[in-house]
């Protein structure tokens, strides 16, 4: 399933129910207005193939994204407000 969502002006948290989607492949959220931090459900979604939640104003800790140990090919998380946690980043390296 592709859920392409992008330039819509949503704006808020992005919904924790969007990650739970059993066939979601590909998500675009991108150029939107969207809040808070990437839920769970996502960021533990070993569906997801290519993400896209570049140009909202989303923040916390985006390292959890990749410490998950999914297989997401592509991800795009520039232009928003995120943190990293340099530790997770080392261990991935490794």
């Known amino acids: 399933m592709v859920f392409h969502l992008g330039t819509n002006s949503f704006s808020g948290p992005i919904p924790v129910a969007i990650g739970t989607l ?17 839920p ?18 989303l923040d916390g800790d985006a390292s959890v994204f990749f410490a998950s140990g999914k297989s997401t090919s592509i991800i795009d998380l520039s232009r928003n407000l995120f943190e990293f946690d340099s530790q997770t980043w080392i261990s991935l390296s490794s």
């Open 22 to 38: 059993p066939q979601l492949l590909w998500l675009n959220l991108s150029q939107n207005h969207l809040s808070g931090p990437i």
């Open 40 to 57: 769970g459900s996502i960021a533990s979604s070993n569906n997801l193939f290519t993400v896209d939640l570049s140009w909202n104003k």
